[in-house]
């Protein structure tokens, strides 16, 4: 079978489900399923990922990293390194500029930091050196020998050792921002609060108040592909970097604050991306790479093992919860007191004020106070993982939704639609809903095939729902015509969930013409305008708006060369079907072809670019039902069924608005079941691999079944949300939910492994 | 790092007498990822899967021999060694992954000498015998005689196993395996329990419990035995097999599993293998009373 023997069965096979789910049916090619321009280099292996890069001359770089939680560096010394056999370069601390007094920004002080340790290590796996050798052999063996004089510090590993009264502190001269000197913590970098009417009231009218403590735990990314770079510096002080990013544009910025390098000087190539998640919106060899490049006068490649992938990328945070919230006997919420303490990691920086901002955003509750603190441990700064900080709260707040309901024999799903928020309510973050399809998610499940069937021996069903923001954002898109007439659509934004393609189809739709034949691709940082990190669930939304603003222009300019070519007035021409057309018929119709063939005597090239910083992203809501099954022996859990809904505003391409809600929920069963860090006593990570990390496996899991509601944005021109990051925020609430249906037991700290399962089952018979 | 591929059983024999700081392999699924965590690499490394006798699963007269670098996907797929042996054609299925039993080897399984290896457990329960290649000659040892601590064999060096030997089971016998991750594959043991049952009617004539992941090696538990043998299958003999099996453990608290969970659900694996194992060998007594 050729490709596009592929192509066409792959279509007709996908049409009538397309058709029944989505309501594309006012579009011609949104809302199809044509196979990723991506889909035959990946699965031959043809695609060029972060480490496959390989230039003439090239060396492999090495990093060294602490072996101590939390450490003074005395003395370094690199001699012994430098003159072993192959190595070109040897890197430290000394090496980089001091940020502190340069103006720079808290964040990218943290950051120069994190990538390379200067006065002190913050966390076992904490970079101290790197070498660039003739083979990788020889650079681990160089970085062994760098000796490094420690004076060691006790170091702190959890929230509450953090803490607590007289705990070591990672930062001594931090000013926490948000709290009071009185009320000072040890550790805790800053106080985020968000409060609205009167909690003694709101409590005082409620008929039912539970309050429970929670626990999570940080957790990585997974992503497959570990994190790469190749650097090229040359002798003019230009250099090129190949990178797997969510965002090269970002990876440029970062690397040269971190450097002290000209922005400009160096240009970043986007590779194929294997999963990012979040966790690749920032820098970890990048700049090591340059700069040992720099030094060697050679193209120095970086890649990270597994373990170094676990012990120093980007988990996102561990918290400690308390939920305690009120309701009238009819259901309505009266109340909520949300205390959230999230781990950043070695630097500021959890996702603590998302979450605060996220917590009970699904609802709408008179009185509420959430507050947030962000605390440092000696552990990996965090990253942005997948709606960062949203899923932790919604775990904790769907939690206790559930035994509201409970307590008040109400459905779950009643008590949810009671409080929904809907257009017109005031978000607990702040600003007005406008239309939001909360609701449409909540009746979707009602009414689904799932939540009417009944539930076998041993097994229970719980329901979660989630909300994140989605944002805007900076994008560039270039839509360039070929001379043959075909299209080729340029954009600055990383596709890591199938973001070519719905390029391809707007451009499609826009123009006309079959997805097919249209070339959709990203550029590099010196070849197309800016764009922001593909992150926020923002590119379909922010990218593809500007590639439908430079479509539209494009049409325009179509028009206007159909009309000097039938020297016509531009007003008698329309674009239909892919086609210029005489509005009375008096010309035969030009294709973009015919227009492209005469584009030396219309003006020129036929290209536009479209650049801006789209506003008006629209909120995404997720509800799900979870049906699992426990073995009541041994504590282990089977997910048996599995749907989610979710609201994308507009599907463009449905399989991967499937894909992301898919994709979330099995990284939510995840961090629910069995994702965790297991670390000992001196600070260094006991499980760096994916055994005995444990994502799930494909067994691990039924068919995740989707049902995509469409409430299409109405600040978006084809109504399109995010739809990548909502879908992992009500799991873990879903499956506690179902865990305490199918048990009897409510557990509240993550993640719910068989042996804490087997724990509150025994307590329960004992 | 030298690495060679001898033929025969003496060439592998006198490559090892030639250099004592070598290590013998078969599909190197322990051995690579040990050596890329860091441990010390040895001066040569010994590909034993080219020597015929280590490879072939073969029946003559009552005995399975089974060669100890054979993949353990080439046994898992032989259909007349999995209906003598389900429950030991379960142990290996079990390891990894389809990938990783393409590789996967009876011998490496047994000499990583893990507490956790899946087939170690259902060998010892089935009274499985190697074939010992050795400077001085074959010897031939019962499997529970190799693994003497986590890590460790009672081979000499330059020692490895050639084969494995099961006999048939005898009439209205069979075993079971089952071990608890927290994952559905891909996984190491939590606890592994293996059981073969020999029945007469409704009677236990013969029983043999092991138990794996809960001890320094797998481990044999005779008190689950005696209350099994004599009995009919009783809810309070099966109680006695889950006590005993539960008494018999001496597990360590790692990241894998707590000493309580170990214990309490070794119990459970322990009768859920003999209730398997027996309901296999009524269904084999049916079998061999029809034919
Ligand atoms: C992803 C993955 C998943 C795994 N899952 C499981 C699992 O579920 N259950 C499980 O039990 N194991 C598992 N393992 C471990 C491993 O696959 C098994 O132990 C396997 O049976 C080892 O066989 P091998 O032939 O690959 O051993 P090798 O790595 O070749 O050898 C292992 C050890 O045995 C020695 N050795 C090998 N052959 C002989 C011989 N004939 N005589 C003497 N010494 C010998 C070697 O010197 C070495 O010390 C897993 C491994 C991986 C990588």
């Known amino acids: ?766 | 790092m030298r690495y060679s591929a001898p033929t025969t059983v003496d060439e592998a024999l006198a490559t090892l007498t030639a250099e004592p700081n070598a290590r013998v392999f078969a599909g190197a699924t322990d051995l690579i990822p040990q050596l890329r965590s860091g441990r010390p690499e040895p001066a040569l490394i010994v590909d034993l899967k080219r020597i015929d006798r280590l490879r072939g699963v073969t029946l003559t007269d009552a005995t399975w021999t089974i060669g100890a670098a054979t993949p353990t996907s080439h046994l898992t797929r032989n259909a007349g060694f999995a209906a003598d042996f389900p429950g030991l054609t379960e142990a290996a299925g079990l390891i990894g992954s389809d990938q990783i039993q393409n590789r996967s080897s009876l011998g490496g399984n047994l000499c990583n000498a893990s507490p956790a290896a899946d087939s170690v457990p259902a060998l010892i329960a089935n009274d499985a015998r190697v074939v010992v290649a050795s400077a001085s000659g074959e010897r031939v040892v019962r499997v529970d005689g190799i693994t003497i601590g986590p890590g460790a064999t009672s081979l000499a060096p330059g020692e490895f196993i050639i084969e494995f030997q099961l006999d048939r089971p005898a009439a209205s016998t069979s075993d079971a395996y089952l071990r608890m991750i927290p994952r559905t594959e891909m996984d190491i043991a939590v606890v592994g329990a293996a059981a073969r049952i020999t029945t007469d009617g409704g009677l236990c004539t013969g029983a043999t419990i092991v138990l794996g992941a809960v001890a320094p090696i797998a481990t044999r538990v005779n008190d689950a035995e005696t209350a099994l043998v004599g009995s009919t299958f009783t809810d309070d003999a099966l109680a006695a097999v889950a006590a005993a099996a539960s008494a018999a453990c001496d597990p360590i608290d790692d990241k894998r599993g707590t000493i309580a969970y170990r214990r309490q659900v070794a119990g459970v694996l322990a009768r859920r293998a003999v209730a398997l194992a027996r309901m296999r060998s009524t269904a084999s007594s049916n079998e061999s009373s029809q034919t």
């Open chain 1, 1 to 766: 079978m050729t490709a596009t023997d592929q192509t066409a069965t792959k279509q007709t096979a996908t049409e009538q489900t397309t058709t029944e789910q989505t309501a594309a049916a006012a579009y011609k090619w949104v809302g199809t399923r044509p196979v990723r321009p991506d889909g035959v280099d990946k699965v031959t292996g043809k695609a060029q990922f972060g480490a496959d890069r390989v230039l003439p001359g090239m060396l492999e770089g090495v990093v060294a990293r602490s072996p101590h939680a939390h450490a003074r560096i005395v003395s370094i010394d690199t001699t012994a390194a430098a003159a072993m056999p192959g190595v070109h370069a040897v890197i430290t601390g000394a090496d980089f500029p001091d940020l502190s007094d340069s103006g720079a920004s808290a964040d990218d002080v943290s950051r120069s930091r994190n990538v390379m340790a200067r006065d002190k290590v913050l966390y076992v796996g904490h970079v101290v050196a790197a070498v660039a050798a003739q083979t990788r052999r020889q650079a681990r063996a160089a970085a062994d020998a760098i000796v490094v004089e420690y004076d060691v510090l006790d170091h702190v590993l959890t929230l509450d050792q953090a803490t607590a009264d007289g705990a070591p502190l990672l930062h001594p001269e931090m000013v926490a921002r948000g709290i009071d000197p009185e009320d000072a913590r040890p550790n805790t970098a800053s106080r985020v609060a968000h409060e609205r009417g009167d909690l003694d009231v709101g409590f005082a009218n409620a008929d039912v108040i539970i309050e429970r403590s929670f626990t999570t735990q940080a957790v990585h990314q997974g992503y497959i592909e570990p994190h790469a770079a190749v650097a090229d510096v040359t002798r003019d002080g230009r250099a090129e970097l190949w990178c797997s990013s969510q965002g090269h544009f970002a990876i440029r910025s970062m690397s040269t604050t971190v450097l002290g390098w000209e922005l400009s000087d160096v240009k970043v190539t986007p590779a194929e991306i294997g999963g990012g998640f979040g966790g690749k919106t920032t820098i970890y060899l990048e700049p090591l790479s340059l700069l040992l490049s720099q030094r060697s006068g050679r193209p120095v490649r970086m890649v990270m093992d597994r373990n170094e992938v676990f012990t120093a990328s980007g988990p996102t945070s561990g918290s400690n919860i308390r939920v305690k919230l009120g309701a009238t006997a009819a259901g309505a919420l009266t109340a909520a007191d949300i205390m959230l303490e999230y781990e950043a990691g070695a630097f500021p920086g959890s996702p603590v004020g998302a979450a605060a901002m996220t917590a009970i955003a699904c609802y709408d509750v008179p009185n509420f106070s959430v507050v947030g603190f962000d605390v440092v441990l000696n552990r990996p700064k965090t990253a942005a993982y997948r709606a960062p900080g949203a899923p932790a709260a919604a775990f904790a707040v769907e939690s206790v939704l559930d035994e509201v309901a409970r307590e008040l024999s109400i459905d779950p799903i009643d008590l949810r639609l009671m409080n929904a928020a809907v257009e017109g309510t005031q978000a607990s973050y702040g600003p007005t809903f406008p239309r939001i399809g909360f609701v449409e998610t909540l009746e979707a499940i009602r009414h689904c095939d799932h939540y009417q069937s009944p539930l076998g021996p041993n097994q229970g069903r719980g329901i979660g729902c989630g909300f994140w923001f989605n944002v805007g954002g900076n994008s560039t898109a270039t839509v360039n015509v070929h001379e043959d007439g075909r299209l080729t659509v340029m954009t600055g934004s990383p596709d890591i969930g199938g973001s070519r393609s719905s390029m391809a189809l707007f451009a499609a739709e826009e123009l006309g013409i079959d997805v097919n034949t249209i070339q959709s691709i990203i550029g590099d940082t010196d070849t197309i305008g800016f764009a922001d990190v593909t992150g926020g669930s923002r590119v379909t939304l922010s990218t593809g708006a500007a590639v439908i603003e430079a479509c539209r222009e494009m049409r325009e300019d179509l028009c206007r060369r159909a009309a000097l070519m039938w020297d016509v007035d531009r007003d008698l021409v329309e674009w239909v079907d892919g086609r210029a057309q005489h509005v009375d018929r008096t010309e035969t119709p030009l294709s973009l072809a015919d227009v492209a063939a005469k584009a030396g005597r219309t003006g020129g090239p036929i290209s536009v670019t479209a650049a801006m910083n789209m506003r008006g992203a629209g909120a995404g809501f997720s509800t799900q039902v979870v049906d699992v099954e426990i073995d009541p022996e041994t504590g282990q859990t089977s997910v048996v069924r599995f749907t989610t809904a979710q609201d994308a505003g507009t599907a463009i391409h449905p399989s991967y608005v499937e894909g992301q809600m898919q994709g979330g929920v099995v990284q939510g069963i995840g961090w629910a079941l069995n994702e965790t860090y297991t670390y000992r006593e001196d600070g260094s990570l006991d499980n760096d691999s994916f055994l005995d990390y444990r994502v799930p496996v494909a067994s691990d899991l039924p068919m995740i079944d989707t049902i995509i509601v469409e409430v299409p944005n109405p600040a978006h021109p084809y109504g399109v949300r995010g739809v990548g990051e909502v879908g992992i925020v009500p799991t873990m609430g879903a499956v506690a939910n179902a865990i305490h249906d199918a048990i009897g037991h409510r557990l509240c700290d993550l993640p719910m492994s068989p042996m804490r399962i087997l724990d509150a089952i025994n307590q329960g018979n004992g």
